[in-house]
Protein backbone atom coordinates (compact mmCIF):
# COMPACT_ATOMS: atom_id res chain seq x y z
CA UNK A 1 0.00 0.00 0.00
CA UNK A 2 1.10 3.27 -0.73
CA UNK A 3 0.40 6.69 1.10
CA UNK A 4 0.87 9.85 -0.73
CA UNK A 5 1.19 13.16 0.67
CA UNK A 6 1.18 16.68 -1.19
CA UNK A 7 2.22 20.14 0.57
CA UNK A 8 4.14 23.36 -0.72
CA UNK A 9 0.78 24.88 -2.07
CA UNK A 10 -0.53 28.36 -1.39
CA UNK A 11 -1.72 31.78 -2.10
CA UNK A 12 0.53 33.48 -4.86
CA UNK A 13 0.28 36.23 -7.24
CA UNK A 14 -0.04 35.70 -11.16
CA UNK A 15 3.42 35.88 -12.45
CA UNK A 16 4.41 33.57 -9.25
CA UNK A 17 6.16 30.71 -9.10
CA UNK A 18 5.26 27.53 -6.59
CA UNK A 19 7.10 24.69 -5.69
CA UNK A 20 4.82 21.25 -4.52
CA UNK A 21 6.42 17.70 -3.22
CA UNK A 22 4.50 14.80 -2.60
CA UNK A 23 6.14 12.23 -0.02
CA UNK A 24 5.36 8.79 -0.13
CA UNK A 25 4.73 6.30 3.25
CA UNK A 26 5.37 3.05 1.17
CA UNK A 27 7.80 2.26 -1.98
CA UNK A 28 7.33 4.42 -4.86
CA UNK A 29 10.73 3.98 -6.90
CA UNK A 30 9.12 1.13 -8.97
CA UNK A 31 5.91 3.68 -9.47
CA UNK A 32 4.83 5.94 -12.37
CA UNK A 33 4.27 9.53 -10.84
CA UNK A 34 1.60 11.96 -11.77
CA UNK A 35 0.13 15.29 -10.69
CA UNK A 36 -3.52 16.26 -11.67
CA UNK A 37 -5.42 18.90 -10.50
CA UNK A 38 -9.47 20.11 -10.27
CA UNK A 39 -10.67 23.25 -10.37
CA UNK A 40 -13.81 24.14 -8.95
CA UNK A 41 -17.13 22.45 -11.18
CA UNK A 42 -14.38 20.71 -13.37
CA UNK A 43 -12.99 17.50 -14.06
CA UNK A 44 -9.52 16.33 -12.61
CA UNK A 45 -6.89 16.98 -15.58
CA UNK A 46 -3.57 15.68 -16.20
CA UNK A 47 -0.69 18.51 -15.07
CA UNK A 48 2.58 16.08 -15.28
CA UNK A 49 4.08 12.88 -14.53
CA UNK A 50 7.26 11.36 -14.34
CA UNK A 51 8.78 7.49 -15.32
CA UNK A 52 9.67 5.13 -12.08
CA UNK A 53 13.58 6.04 -13.58
CA UNK A 54 13.20 9.36 -14.30
CA UNK A 55 13.99 9.57 -17.80
CA UNK A 56 10.92 9.91 -19.35
CA UNK A 57 7.81 13.01 -18.80
CA UNK A 58 5.21 14.22 -19.73
CA UNK A 59 3.45 17.86 -19.33
CA UNK A 60 -0.12 19.02 -19.91
CA UNK A 61 -0.17 21.08 -22.86
CA UNK A 62 -1.83 23.81 -21.17
CA UNK A 63 1.18 24.38 -18.83
CA UNK A 64 4.34 23.25 -20.80
CA UNK A 65 7.28 25.31 -20.44
CA UNK A 66 5.97 26.69 -17.01
CA UNK A 67 6.42 23.32 -15.32
CA UNK A 68 9.08 20.99 -14.31
CA UNK A 69 8.47 17.41 -12.81
CA UNK A 70 11.54 15.72 -10.85
CA UNK A 71 11.65 12.89 -8.35
CA UNK A 72 14.35 11.80 -5.89
CA UNK A 73 13.61 7.67 -4.98
CA UNK A 74 15.63 8.18 -2.56
CA UNK A 75 13.43 10.43 -0.74
CA UNK A 76 10.44 8.61 -1.81
CA UNK A 77 8.98 12.12 -3.44
CA UNK A 78 8.68 13.57 -6.74
CA UNK A 79 8.24 17.41 -6.97
CA UNK A 80 6.98 20.15 -9.58
CA UNK A 81 8.41 23.17 -10.26
CA UNK A 82 5.41 25.71 -10.84
CA UNK A 83 6.64 29.17 -12.98
CA UNK A 84 4.43 31.80 -14.83
CA UNK A 85 1.40 30.82 -12.52
CA UNK A 86 -1.56 32.09 -14.26
CA UNK A 87 -5.36 32.79 -11.97
CA UNK A 88 -6.26 29.94 -13.96
CA UNK A 89 -4.00 27.84 -12.54
CA UNK A 90 -6.45 27.85 -9.26
CA UNK A 91 -7.11 24.59 -8.27
CA UNK A 92 -6.50 21.07 -5.89
CA UNK A 93 -3.07 19.59 -6.88
CA UNK A 94 -2.91 15.99 -6.55
CA UNK A 95 -0.43 13.49 -6.10
CA UNK A 96 -0.43 10.22 -8.06
CA UNK A 97 1.07 6.50 -8.36
CA UNK A 98 0.35 3.64 -10.65
CA UNK A 99 2.54 0.66 -10.37
CA UNK A 100 1.78 -0.60 -14.45
CA UNK A 101 3.52 0.41 -17.29
CA UNK A 102 5.31 2.27 -14.83
CA UNK A 103 8.35 3.35 -17.95
CA UNK A 104 5.37 5.26 -18.97
CA UNK A 105 4.22 8.84 -17.85
CA UNK A 106 0.36 8.13 -18.25
CA UNK A 107 -1.60 11.86 -18.85
CA UNK A 108 -4.84 9.04 -18.40
CA UNK A 109 -6.05 9.35 -14.67
CA UNK A 110 -7.96 6.08 -14.84
CA UNK A 111 -4.18 4.56 -14.80
CA UNK A 112 -3.49 5.61 -11.62
CA UNK A 113 -3.77 2.76 -8.54
CA UNK A 114 -2.83 5.61 -5.64
CA UNK A 115 -3.71 8.97 -4.46
CA UNK A 116 -2.83 11.71 -2.28
CA UNK A 117 -5.48 14.39 -0.38
CA UNK A 118 -4.06 17.22 -2.73
CA UNK A 119 -2.89 20.89 -1.75
CA UNK A 120 -4.52 23.63 -2.59
CA UNK A 121 -3.18 26.36 -5.15
CA UNK A 122 -5.02 29.63 -5.21
CA UNK A 123 -3.45 32.68 -7.89
CA UNK A 124 -4.59 35.43 -7.28
CA UNK A 125 -4.92 38.28 -10.23
Known amino acids: QVQLVESGGGLVQAGGSLSLSCAAA???????LGWFRQAPGKEREFVAA????????DYADSMKGRLSISRVNAKRSVYLQMNSLKPEDTAVYYCAGKGRSSWYPSPNRDEYDYWGQGTQVTVSS
Open 50 to 57: IAWSGRNT
Open 26 to 32: GGISSYA
